[in-house]
């Protein structure tokens, strides 16, 4: 497809389970981002990947939460042992190059943990 | 931590008015972007003005950058319903590599 394309669109899970997100970014775009949105909040930033550079994961908020990006392309968010304070709205976005370029976001995953 | 901070978090005004949403941030940037959201979703790009630029226009809409105020505004004129969204500003950290950091958005309603 043309656009950032992310699965599943919604998650149920109960409290305890892992879960896994997934996020396929623009073909050729070579930053990808994912952030976290909870209800009626601004985004929070989780974890930047850029080209083959170390990805940026100063914005995971625990150990929980593992991200990688394989080949260059699509990315895959892992929570483990989900909390209920985990659910919100996982926005992948990507860009045509680090840095000074706008971002192109995905619908999201919305993560519902009961 | 935060690094752009919208002004105000909610607008209400009628069609055919003008919106300005308000962004301030911390530390120095190379370029600001205006993002829109739809019903809690993704994100649409709308400009971008960089740190050597002081105002940019793009159809409806014109934004501002003072970079010694370390602010910018978003103006959107002769709103329509259609403009009913959040607002986000969204700011680098003046660092080659660095992701993109939000604000916590303006919420801007227009009704007919």
């Known amino acids: 497809g043309a656009g950032v394309s992310q699965s599943p669109s919604n998650k149920v899970t109960e409290k305890g389970k892992d879960v896994e997100l997934r996020c396929d970014p623009i073909s050729g775009h070579t930053a990808l981002y994912w952030y976290r949105q909870s209800l009626g909040q601004g985004l929070e930033f989780l974890i930047y990947f850029q080209g083959n550079s170390a990805p940026d994961k100063s914005g995971l908020p625990s150990d929980r939460f593992s991200a990688e990006r394989t080949g260059g392309s699509v990315s895959t968010l892992t929570i483990q042992r989900t909390q209920q304070e985990d659910s919100a709205v996982y926005l992948c976005a990507s860009s045509p190059r680090p840095g000074d370029e706008k971002l192109f976001f995905g619908s999201g995953t919305q993560l519902s943990v009961l | 931590s935060q690094q752009g901070e919208e002004d105000p978090q909610a607008l209400s005004i009628q069609e055919g008015e003008n919106a300005t949403m308000n962004c301030s941030y911390k530390t120095s940037i190379n370029n600001l972007q205006w993002y829109r959201q739809n019903s809690g979703r993704g994100l649409v790009h709308l400009i971008l003005i960089r740190s050597n630029e002081r105002e940019k226009h793009s159809g409806r809409l014109r934004v501002t950058l003072d970079t010694s105020k370390k602010s910018s505004s978003l103006l959107i004129t002769a709103s329509r319903a259609a403009d009913t969204a959040s607002y986000f500003c969204?700011?680098?950290?003046?660092?080659?590599?660095?992701?993109?950091?939000f604000g916590k958005g303006t919420t801007l309603s227009v009704s007919s």
């Open positions: 969204a700011t680098d950290l003046n660092q080659a590599g660095t992701a993109l950091i």
